[in-house]
């Protein structure tokens, strides 16, 4: 009786150890993707400079799908030709939806608004969860954690600013992007439980993100008035992209927001989505804003305030409330 007690409580704890163990993995792949995503309002913004919105969105998942493809060549095969819907339902959302919405905003408002607006994320993909897949999120707590969250990322987005311009368009394509993330991140999760390999799963994303850019892109370089447009814009003229391609920065950029924002970014959080659930795992994104602040002033040499500092202390407040549970952490 002794033996069997002491096998079950060494298997009991080994679980345990090992679940904490995953858990830890989750964080650190969760972590890893904010840090790089906090970095891309800075690599896309300098890019608006030379591309159009739209330009940027179809070479950056072009680098990203060929860059799969290397780290990961082996071709993925789904059991239900049915579930070919869900990463057709995630390209288009999380990836031609989302990243042309995110980076056309900055086009039409602040960096400062789009940061704020786009952080909203981890509401609508709580929403989405407990809408669709009856999972219960919406809590006193969670709420309370994402007000706080919120006010944090404003003041961390102004950093001394004490002005807030509300510009329509630019900030309800913002708005739009929040949404569009919370139907990927409930897509991600029906992903996640087919059990594919993430490299090749995100891969297919891609795939079809891309094919749902080509009327964007046929638009942009056959209708009449799109060459004015900052956002659809495609430029074929030769000299103009030979200049362009031609500075190191720009591919420097581009490979940054290809190989690293993309591939391995969306992959790694794909895999955290798994591990720590897709709402748990988006709560982090309340943390972009701050990322991109310290980065700023590390890199770029941009001043922190107060004001800044202040509320990168309220984002990390709200994101600990709102991933408490009743009587847990």
């Known amino acids: 009786m002794d033996e069997k007690f002491k096998r079950i409580r ?19 792949l969760a972590a890893f993707t904010i840090f790089i995503w906090g970095i891309t ?31 990961c060549p082996h071709a ?7 579930d070919e819907l869900l990463f057709f339902a995630a390209g288009l959302c999380g990836v031609t939806v989302y990243q042309f919405l995110e980076n056309a905003a900055i086009l039409f408002t602040s960096a400062s608004n789009v940061s704020i607006i786009v952080a909203i994320c981890p509401i609508f993909t709580a929403l989405t969860a407990q809408i669709f897949m009856h999972e219960k999120h919406i809590t006193p707590l969670f709420i309370t954690g994402f007000l706080i969250a919120i006010a944090g990322v404003a003041l961390v987005s102004f950093n001394g600013a004490v002005t807030f311009h509300f510009s329509p368009e630019g900030d309800l394509m913002a708005l739009a992007a929040a949404v569009s993330w919370g139907f990927y991140s409930l897509f991600v999760s029906k992903i996640n439980a087919l059990g594919c390999r993430s490299l090749a799963a995100t891969r297919r994303i891609f795939f079809y993100a891309l094919v749902c850019m080509i009327p964007l892109v ?27 391609f031609s500075r190191p920065i720009n591919w420097m950029n581009l490979l940054f927001l290809g ?7 969306f992959a790694a959080w794909n895999v955290a989505c798994r591990i720590l659930g897709t709402v748990h795992a988006t709560i982090g994104i309340y943390l972009i804003p701050v990322v991109t602040i310290l ?24 994101l600990i409330v709102s991933g408490l549970r009743r009587g847990k952490v």
């Not at 993925?76 to 049915?82: G, I, N, S, V």
């Open 259 to 265: 190989v690293a924002a993309s591939a391995l970014c």
């Open 41 to 71: 309002f800075v690599c896309t913004k300098s890019l608006l400079n030379d591309f159009s919105a739209l330009e940027i969105l179809v070479v950056r998942f072009i680098l990203a799908y060929i860059s799969l493809w290397i780290l």
């Open 295 to 318: 980065f700023a002033y590390f890199v770029l040499g941009e001043k922190i305030t107060f004001m800044g500092t202040l509320g990168a202390v309220f984002t990390i407040c709200g």
């Open 76 to 82: 993925l095969h789904l059991e239900h030709r049915k």
């Open 218 to 244: 046929l638009s942009g370089m056959f209708i009449p008035g799109m060459h004015e447009n900052q956002s659809l814009r495609i430029i074929v003229d030769e000299s103009v992209n030979i200049e362009r």
């Open 10 to 28: 060494y298997i009991y704890f080994m679980s345990k150890n090992m679940f904490s163990q995953r858990t830890v993995s989750g964080f650190m």
